[in-house]
């Protein structure tokens, strides 16, 4: 780099093409030839940019605010939705209990009536079994009467009370 200034320097001396190493100097005809034609060529060229550039940023505000809206739409769609399933949920769960109220009640009835109809049936078989009973002992005691009272015949009976015994039984017969 150094032989490249000496060079430079050299051949500034002699009168002919050259390199400026005064910055100063060189820069700013530099400096204000670029901004030049920059403004020259490339004020058509940024202005179209700029106008693109602002035309897309209106269409994407132009459609973040109609998402917004269809957002806010739908927003209140489904929390219409959610306050009638709420209110459908509500009414579900009322009637359901009323019905397990009356499901409830008629167990309960129908429970009861079994119980009656169960003591009922026990009593009634209580009543059969007792007078079975009653009347089988009944029977032994008759047959045990007349079992007693045919041994006390047989040996406190003697003919003549026997033939009595029979006269009686054939008048009684024979009057009916």
């Known amino acids: 780099m150094e032989s490249f200034i000496l060079l430079a320097a050299e051949t500034a001396e002699r ?3 050259g390199l400026n190493l005064d910055l100063l100097e060189s820069n700013i005809i530099n400096l204000a030839i670029i901004i030049g034609v920059l403004l020259y060529f490339g004020r058509g060229v940024l202005g179209k940019t700029l106008s693109e550039r602002r035309s897309k940023i209106e269409a994407a505000i132009k459609d973040a605010e109609q998402r917004k809206q269809q957002a806010a739409a739908a ?3 489904q929390q219409q939705k959610l306050a009638q399933a709420q209110t459908e949920a509500a009414r579900i769960r009322t009637e359901a209990e009323g019905r397990a ?3 409830r009640g008629e167990v309960l ?3 009861q009536e079994d119980i009656e109809r ?3 049936s026990a009593a009634q078989d209580l009543n059969t079994q007792q007078e079975k009973i009653i009347g089988e002992v009944r029977q032994r005691i008759a047959a045990l009467a ?3 009272a045919e041994s ?6 003697n003919a003549d009370t026997q033939q009595q015994l029979i006269d ?3 008048a009684t017969m024979g009057g009916s």
Do not use: T
């Open 168 to 170: 009686r039984s054939i």
């Open 101 to 103: 109220e009356a499901v």
């Open 152 to 157: 006390q015949l047989r040996s406190g009976l």
């Open 118 to 120: 169960m003591r009922a």
């Open 146 to 148: 007349v079992q007693q």
């Open 109 to 111: 009835a129908q429970a």
């Open 75 to 77: 927003l209140a769609d």
């Open 15 to 17: 009168g002919g093409f």
